[in-house]
Protein backbone atom coordinates (compact mmCIF):
# COMPACT_ATOMS: atom_id res chain seq x y z
CA UNK A 1 0.00 0.00 0.00
CA UNK A 2 1.11 3.65 -0.54
CA UNK A 3 0.67 6.86 1.17
CA UNK A 4 1.98 10.55 1.11
CA UNK A 5 3.51 11.45 3.98
CA UNK A 6 4.35 15.18 4.37
CA UNK A 7 4.74 15.04 1.04
CA UNK A 8 6.23 11.74 0.45
CA UNK A 9 5.78 9.15 -1.21
CA UNK A 10 5.72 6.05 1.50
CA UNK A 11 5.29 2.16 1.11
CA UNK A 12 3.33 0.62 3.96
CA UNK A 13 1.73 -2.61 4.83
CA UNK A 14 -1.65 -3.12 3.94
CA UNK A 15 -3.58 -1.71 6.69
CA UNK A 16 -1.14 0.14 8.59
CA UNK A 17 -1.90 2.24 11.29
CA UNK A 18 -0.81 5.62 12.63
CA UNK A 19 1.39 3.62 15.31
CA UNK A 20 2.85 1.46 12.72
CA UNK A 21 3.35 4.82 10.80
CA UNK A 22 5.24 6.28 13.73
CA UNK A 23 7.16 3.08 14.23
CA UNK A 24 8.42 3.12 9.95
CA UNK A 25 8.84 6.95 10.34
CA UNK A 26 10.80 8.13 13.36
CA UNK A 27 11.12 11.51 12.45
CA UNK A 28 7.33 11.47 12.98
CA UNK A 29 7.44 11.43 16.75
CA UNK A 30 4.56 12.38 18.64
CA UNK A 31 3.15 14.80 15.88
CA UNK A 32 -0.51 15.35 15.65
CA UNK A 33 -1.05 12.79 12.62
CA UNK A 34 -4.17 14.56 10.05
CA UNK A 35 -5.57 13.09 7.20
CA UNK A 36 -6.80 14.60 4.12
CA UNK A 37 -10.13 14.33 2.52
CA UNK A 38 -12.60 15.67 0.25
CA UNK A 39 -14.47 16.81 3.66
CA UNK A 40 -11.38 18.30 4.95
CA UNK A 41 -8.74 17.12 7.24
CA UNK A 42 -9.53 15.47 10.20
CA UNK A 43 -7.02 13.67 13.13
CA UNK A 44 -6.37 10.41 13.19
CA UNK A 45 -5.99 8.11 16.56
CA UNK A 46 -3.23 5.83 17.15
CA UNK A 47 -5.33 3.11 16.04
CA UNK A 48 -6.88 4.15 12.62
CA UNK A 49 -5.87 2.38 9.54
CA UNK A 50 -4.42 4.57 6.62
CA UNK A 51 -6.08 3.90 3.40
CA UNK A 52 -4.57 3.06 0.04
CA UNK A 53 -3.53 6.53 -1.42
CA UNK A 54 -3.99 8.84 2.16
CA UNK A 55 -2.69 11.99 2.17
CA UNK A 56 -1.02 12.26 5.86
CA UNK A 57 0.24 15.32 7.07
CA UNK A 58 1.97 15.26 10.67
CA UNK A 59 1.84 18.70 13.02
CA UNK A 60 3.80 19.23 16.20
CA UNK A 61 2.16 19.84 19.24
CA UNK A 62 2.29 22.92 20.52
CA UNK A 63 3.80 23.41 23.69
CA UNK A 64 3.01 26.21 25.98
CA UNK A 65 6.04 27.62 28.00
Not at 6 to 15: A, I, M, S, W
Not at 31 to 49: C, I, R, S, W, Y
Amino acid sequence: MRAIVNGKLVDLPNGATVEELRARLPEIGSDDVMEEGFGGTKPLQENEALKEGSRVWTIPKIVKG
